[in-house]
């Protein structure tokens, strides 16, 4: 059992940076994926990062690529979410996850077992 926390969200300006952190409770195995996806109202989850905790690969949504950085830290169990030059698209609730037996590819939401509660990012023009 994984239990997955975030914070860190919250409302900024067009351009600015914020962190996200993911904090887990429960053992973070070495195969194990984890990501961070968003919802927008209105719109469906989406991918946004992702790490294995194994090797520390990393991947992202072509929309982030180069403004957002994912990190992971084995020693105290949290994966941390770098988002600069935020624009008002980036504007959603950031949901922390967790794959314990990763078999597809790291965007596919259905692939992951537990999920954070979420944390509100607003990005005002």
């Known amino acids: 059992q994984v239990q997955l926390v975030e914070s860190g969200g919250g409302l900024v300006q067009s351009g600015d940076s914020l962190t996200l952190s993911c904090a887990a409770s429960g053992t973070i195995y070495a195969n194990y994926v984890m990501a961070w996806f968003r919802q927008a109202p209105g719109k469906e989850r989406e991918f946004v990062s992702s790490?294995?905790?194994?090797?520390?690969?990393?991947s992202y949504a072509d929309s982030v690529k180069g403004r957002f950085t994912i990190f992971r830290d084995a020693a105290e169990n949290t994966v941390t979410l770098q988002m600069n030059n935020l624009k008002p698209d980036d504007t959603a609730v950031y949901y922390c996850a967790a794959d314990v037996n990763p078999d597809s590819s790291p965007g596919v939401i259905s692939g992951y077992d537990y999920w954070g509660q979420g944390t509100q990012v607003t990005v005002s023009t």
């Open positions: 790490v294995t905790w194994r090797n520390y690969k990393k």
